[in-house]
């Protein structure tokens, strides 16, 4: 079955400063993998996503997550933070035949301050 | 621009009421999934449908919860009765399946039992 570990569920950094939000799967077949961002009162946007291909992807915001197989990772960066980067981040997965339907981590909850 | 839409985006309630919550999902997208969210379990999987069949519905509380997609531009969650423990957030998201594994999120209808 798959999972996804979200392991830091906060992340407090400083306006300007980079970041790295970690996300680590874990599946027997091969997967799909999202991030996906959550602002206040709203619902969830796709960042960015990796189908297959180059294992850098590059988001929208600036933002680019790595996969990495070997590591069974896919954690998600940005060179310099802004203050409304602030919002909850989640990592996603899927497989082939799923469906569509994603398996979601807890979330990790992006705070920028000033 | 295509969206999910959700109606209604708020609705108060008194317990034992009836609460009916739509989605209307993209045009063409043949999944779509009903979520809940709340601060204590975070963001949970309640149906999904596909080409408009239940395809898994284990989320969801079958003594007064149920989900249906009367044509392919409709999708329901119907809450009867209501409890406060329901208050919570609920996201409908669409997808459009075929190779595509990506879900779009509507802005959710934050309800809230009394």
């Known amino acids: 079955a798959q999972s996804v570990t979200q392991l830091d569920s906060q992340v407090p950094v400083f306006e300007e400063a980079p970041v790295e939000l970690r996300c680590n799967y874990s599946?027997?077949?091969?997967?799909?993998l999202f991030w996906y961002v959550q602002y206040p009162n709203q619902g969830l946007q796709l960042l960015l996503k990796?189908?297959?291909?180059?294992?850098l992807v590059k988001g929208i915001n600036g933002f680019e997550a790595e996969f990495n197989k070997s590591q069974t990772s896919f954690h998600l960066r940005k060179p310099s933070v802004h203050i409304s980067d602030t919002a909850e981040y989640f990592c996603?997965?899927?497989?082939?035949?799923?469906?569509?339907?994603?398996?979601f981590g807890a979330g990790t909850r992006l705070a920028v301050h000033p | 621009d295509a969206r999910v839409t959700q109606t209604p985006r708020h609705k108060v309630t008194e317990m034992g009421q009836e609460v009916t919550m739509r989605c209307q999902p993209i045009?063409?997208?043949?999944?779509v999934f009903w979520y809940r969210q709340t601060m204590m379990q975070g963001l949970e999987l309640l149906a999904y449908?596909?080409?408009?069949?239940?395809?898994?519905d284990s989320g969801m509380p079958k003594d007064r919860f149920s989900a249906e997609m009367p044509d392919a531009t409709l999708a329901t969650l119907k809450i009867q009765p209501s409890e406060p423990r329901d208050s919570a957030v609920y996201f409908c998201?669409?997808?459009?399946?075929?190779?595509?594994?990506?879900?779009?999120f509507g802005p959710g209808t934050r309800l809230t039992v009394t």
């Open positions: 998201a669409s997808g459009a399946g075929q190779g595509a594994y990506e879900q779009y």
């Open positions: 599946s027997s077949v091969s997967v799909y």
């Open positions: 990796y189908l297959s291909g180059s294992t």
């Open positions: 996603a997965v899927t497989f082939s035949g799923g469906y569509n339907k994603l398996i």
């Open positions: 045009l063409g997208h043949n999944t």
């Open positions: 449908f596909r080409n408009r069949a239940p395809l898994d």
